[in-house]
């Protein structure tokens, strides 16, 4: 006789400040993956929204504002830009390499450097490297790192220039949180880069999506999102396309007012800072 299956027990966190939106407040609803169902529980919560913190799969529940939405690119359809196809030739000489989850000084010191460039006063800036370990290494789904190193001159894989946590689910690539090097002379787009290659990496595996977490329309930080075609979006009814216009729409209105596109908004969590492990207390 089969063990009977245990349906997971469901928290909700206190209200804080909302960090996509002023003088707005969030709430979460959370529960734990662990146990030998952890890997479906992932799977079939992340359908439905939730987003993975280290052993924690969570989602937005605030009492008066639903701005968060959940996006995934529809990989095999998936069109480039011009702007995304030249990003996608400047940096298609980087070796890719998917690494096991296990942090590394290396990843640490250039997540330090992303931070103290794009995300001075954010919420990750007091991230030392076991906070960064834990973020990396806690996890009991199909987790990997996926690193971008520029070739040497004997086309070896060389310096560090962008890494992304990311989960392989039975229908797609979460991408829980990417970093690169701000300054590397060259390499603009690099953020931008590590999406595409997640969309490209998706298709080659069959894989139907990649999910690019909450998009929040109001947040400057999230509109990069609504630049990748054909873009899925969670409502009420479930899952639906965003049509071309809206996507036109929610573009020209991040446009600077001479119509040129303003610079893209790259890397960094795909739904902002990781959520801090230490909120989740269960009862």
Same mark, same amino acid.
């Given at each position: 006789?089969?063990?009977?299956?245990?349906?997971?027990?469901?928290? &909700?966190?206190?209200?804080?400040?909302?960090?996509?939106?002023?003088?707005? %407040?969030?709430?979460?609803?959370? %529960?734990?993956?662990?146990?030998?169902?952890?890997? *479906?529980? $992932?799977?079939?919560?992340?359908?439905?929204?939730?987003?993975?913190?280290?052993?924690?799969?969570?989602?937005?529940?605030?009492?008066?504002?639903?701005?968060?939405?959940?996006?995934?690119?529809?990989?095999?359809?998936?069109?480039?830009?011009?702007?995304?196809?030249?990003?996608?030739?400047?940096? /298609?000489?980087?070796?890719?390499?998917?690494?096991?989850?296990?942090?590394?000084?290396? *990843?640490?010191?250039?997540?330090?450097?992303?931070?103290?460039?794009?995300?001075?006063? #954010?919420?990750?800036?007091?991230? @030392?490297?076991? /906070?960064?370990?834990?973020?990396?290494? $806690?996890?009991?789904?199909?987790?990997?790192?996926?690193?971008?190193?520029?070739?040497?001159?004997?086309?070896?894989? #060389?310096?560090?220039?962008?890494?992304?946590?990311?989960?392989?689910?039975?229908?797609?690539?979460?991408?829980?949180?990417?970093?690169? /090097?701000?300054?590397?002379?060259?390499?603009?787009?690099?953020?931008?880069? &590590?999406?595409? @290659? $997640?969309?490209?990496?998706?298709?080659?595996? #069959?894989?139907?999506?990649?999910?690019? #977490?909450?998009? &929040?329309?109001?947040?400057?930080?999230? *509109?990069?999102?609504?630049?990748?075609?054909?873009?899925?979006?969670?409502?009420? @009814?479930?899952?639906?396309?965003?049509?071309?216009?809206?996507?036109?729409?929610?573009?020209?209105?991040?446009?600077?007012?001479?119509?040129?596109?303003?610079?893209?908004?790259?890397?960094?969590?795909?739904?902002?800072?990781?959520?801090?492990?230490? *909120?989740?207390?269960?009862?």
């Amino acid at each position: 006789m089969s063990a009977p299956v245990r349906f997971p027990r469901f928290f &909700v966190t206190s209200p804080s400040p909302c960090p996509y939106l002023p003088g707005k %407040t969030e709430r979460k609803v959370f %529960t734990e993956l662990k146990g030998p169902h952890a890997e *479906q529980l $992932h799977d079939a919560l992340s359908r439905i929204g939730f987003r993975r913190s280290q052993t924690v799969a969570y989602r937005p529940s605030c009492v008066d504002c639903r701005a968060c939405v959940s996006v995934r690119v529809v990989a095999e359809e998936f069109k480039p830009s011009s702007t995304q196809r030249r990003t996608l030739r400047r940096n /298609d000489d980087l070796i890719v390499t998917e690494c096991r989850p296990w942090a590394t000084s290396e *990843q640490y010191e250039l997540l330090r450097k992303y931070l103290s460039s794009r995300h001075p006063g #954010g919420g990750m800036a007091a991230m @030392d490297e076991v /906070d960064y370990a834990d973020m990396v290494e $806690h996890t009991s789904v199909s987790s990997f790192v996926i690193e971008y190193r520029e070739p040497d001159a004997e086309g070896r894989p #060389g310096r560090l220039v962008a890494a992304c946590l990311t989960d392989r689910q039975g229908d797609g690539l979460s991408m829980i949180y990417s970093f690169y /090097d701000p300054e590397c002379e060259g390499r603009s787009g690099l953020g931008n880069f &590590v999406i595409l @290659d $997640h969309i490209r990496r998706a298709a080659e595996a #069959g894989l139907p999506y990649v999910y690019l #977490g909450y998009w &929040v329309e109001g947040s400057p930080r999230m *509109q990069y999102k609504v630049r990748y075609r054909p873009l899925d979006q969670l409502g009420p @009814d479930g899952w639906s396309r965003m049509s071309d216009a809206q996507q036109d729409a929610l573009i020209q209105a991040v446009s600077k007012p001479c119509g040129k596109p303003s610079e893209e908004v790259e890397g960094g969590s795909k739904d902002g800072a990781p959520s801090d492990q230490k *909120q989740y207390k269960l009862a």
